[in-house]
């Protein structure tokens, strides 16, 4: 049987396909309906996350900057700087941390919601990370929550407008924000040139009985200390002098012929074995740092001739053919920084960095305090030292029969002891008597990020850590290299602008101070940060407020004082204001 199509009329036929497209749009309208209430949706929790992010990028570096101020008011004392790792500014921090999200209308529960911890370097791996709860406190983290099921709670989740078109009410949120405080790299570039005796000669602008207080505990320090002879043990310096040089004062001798003081004093009787019985105290060191042996007669007489042609001429009238301990403590000073010598060698004393000997000894007290107060501190700062006068030298070994020491692989150290212990045992005048600060700045920046122009010296500043330098001096800038001038397109306007008007506010003409502002400058184009301090009458405080502010760092002065005491407790106080000056705090991301 044979079947025919069945022919509907052509109205029933538009009503069907009618029904369908009714069905179709509907369905299309929920869809699109839904996922507009889903963009709708989105560009709430999106807008929402960024608000919250906001907040507690604002929270995080501000909590950051409370413990950063407990660190820099501790860095306001004198003396020892102990700062409560565990406990520093925390509750404060937490305070801030709250009370900031709460201006940008983010709860955070300061209780549990800001966490702290402590960044730490891996020298193997070269990398930092964070270790959350230990102390002390350099990184804070502040993390807002909406993740509560009470929608009407400041910690609830986030009601969505269009949650019914997909089968959600709300959707929890969480965001957070990390910020902490750089590790420093930092170099101390300490000022060894002649001038840093000077307080405690005869002649020191102190005043005559405060430079003899100063001589007779230089006296005292070296008869204490007791230094013997390489090999032996007789001593350098016996506690009853030297013949006729035998107490402060010193004995009155009136000839002037050199021969009749020397035997006047006893300086040329003999031991039993023909030795002379009272030796010059010094023979200089060896190109290694040893000291040399005690010297023959006839080189005991000459330096002895030498001491009494100073003492018979000497420029203080109440001490002119004296001879005792306190002419003796002032010729070794300014023998040590005579151009006419040679370095390390005649009458470079092996034995004055063991005495108080002026303002040498107040800088020395400032880093060793500086170093201590970095001990404490336990942000993971490393430190270098720079040693300048007439040049400049890394100074990151030393072996003087005493202490052997070389940390030249790796001079920048978080070895605190070790600086210590190297700036400690130089003194005044050790590079001679002349001021190269530029040089010294140039070593500084090497030491930190290698040699201009030398691929395969990148410097030994640690990836992620602050490259600084502490620039001391007590004088003027005196020295340079003989064919240097500044560059014709250097502009002074775009470093020393101090009130933004476009002229200058620091510039010079003489060329020994314009070469040790243009390394500065060239350090702080490699990223360093400078600080500097101007120590006594002499210091050129304009050039060293101008290399600081160029530097981004503080310039902190020292004047002279009426007193050694007074100087000391302030050259501590620079040191320590320097140590607590850490870097602003910033965000720490994923990729850092």
Do not use: C
Request: glycine share 8%; charged share 20%.
């Amino acid at each position: 049987m044979s079947r025919h199509p069945v022919n509907l009329p052509a109205a029933r036929r538009s009503e069907e396909r009618r029904g369908v497209v009714v069905v179709l749009a509907a369905f299309l309208l929920t869809v699109l309906f839904a996922f507009m209430a889903l963009s709708v949706d989105t560009g709430r929790v999106v807008l929402t996350e960024t608000q919250m992010q906001n907040a507690v990028d604002a929270a995080s570096l501000a909590a950051s900057q409370e413990i950063q101020a407990a660190v820099y008011a501790a860095g306001q004392g004198v003396g020892s700087a102990t700062i409560d790792a565990n406990s520093i500014a925390v509750q404060a921090a937490r305070e801030m941390a709250e009370e900031v999200a709460a201006a940008n209308g983010v709860y955070i529960d300061p209780n549990t919601d800001v966490a702290f911890g402590k960044r730490i370097y891996n020298p193997g791996t070269g990398d930092w990370s964070v270790q959350w709860g230990g102390a002390p406190y350099n990184v804070v983290k502040v993390t807002a929550r909406r993740t509560g099921p009470d929608v009407e709670a400041p910690d609830g989740e986030f009601p969505l407008a269009f949650g019914w078109a997909i089968g959600k009410d709300s959707v929890p949120l969480e965001v957070s924000s990390t910020a902490f405080t750089e590790a420093r790299d930092l170099v101390l570039v300490l000022d060894f040139s002649g001038s840093m005796n000077y307080d405690s000669q005869l002649t020191s602008s102190l005043g005559l009985d405060a430079a003899e207080e100063l001589l007779d505990g230089m006296w005292d320090s070296l008869v204490d200390a007791d230094p013997t002879w390489p090999g032996t043990s007789t001593s350098k310096f016996p506690s009853t002098g030297f013949g006729g040089i035998n107490s402060y004062q010193g004995t009155y001798v009136s000839s002037t012929t050199n021969s009749t003081i020397l035997s006047t004093l006893g300086l040329t009787q003999n031991n039993a074995d023909g030795s002379r019985k009272y030796p010059y105290p010094q023979a200089g060191r060896f190109s290694s740092g040893l000291p040399k042996n005690k010297p023959s007669n006839s080189t005991s007489d000459t330096w002895w001739d030498r001491y009494v042609t100073f003492v018979k001429n000497h420029p203080k009238a109440e001490y002119k053919k004296y001879y005792g301990y306190r002419t003796l403590m002032d010729f070794l000073q300014q023998k040590t920084i005579s151009g006419s010598y040679t370095p390390r060698d005649r009458y470079t004393s092996e034995d004055l960095w063991r005495t108080p000997h002026q303002p040498m000894h107040g800088v020395k007290k400032g880093a060793s305090l500086f170093l201590a107060f970095l001990e404490d501190l336990d942000f993971g700062d490393e430190v270098g030292l720079v040693g300048y006068g007439e040049w400049a030298e890394r100074v990151d070994s030393l072996s003087d029969g005493e202490v052997n020491i070389d940390i030249s692989s790796n001079p920048i150290t978080s070895d605190y002891s070790v600086i210590d212990t190297l700036q400690l045992r130089h003194q005044a005048g050790e590079f001679n008597g002349q001021t190269n600060i530029g040089d010294g700045i140039l070593k500084a920046r090497e030491l930190l990020v290698g040699v201009s122009g030398d691929p395969n010296d990148d410097g030994h500043s640690r990836y992620g850590a602050r490259p600084t330098i502490i620039l001391m001096t007590d004088g003027l800038a005196n020295k340079k290299p003989s064919n240097w001038s500044l560059p014709a397109s250097f502009q002074w306007k775009d470093w020393t602008d101090y009130d933004g008007d476009g002229v200058a506010n620091y510039s010079t003409s003489d060329n020994n101070k314009r070469y040790a502002f243009w390394e500065a400058t060239e350090a702080v184009k490699r990223g360093i940060t400078i600080h500097t301090i101007a120590v006594g009458a002499d210091a050129d405080r304009d050039m060293l407020e101008a290399i600081a502010f160029a530097g981004g760092g503080v310039f902190i002065d020292v004047p002279a004082h009426a007193t050694i005491a007074e100087m000391e407790e302030q050259l501590e106080a620079a040191f320590s204001l320097i140590a607590a000056k850490v870097p602003p705090a910033q965000l720490l991301y994923e990729d850092d």
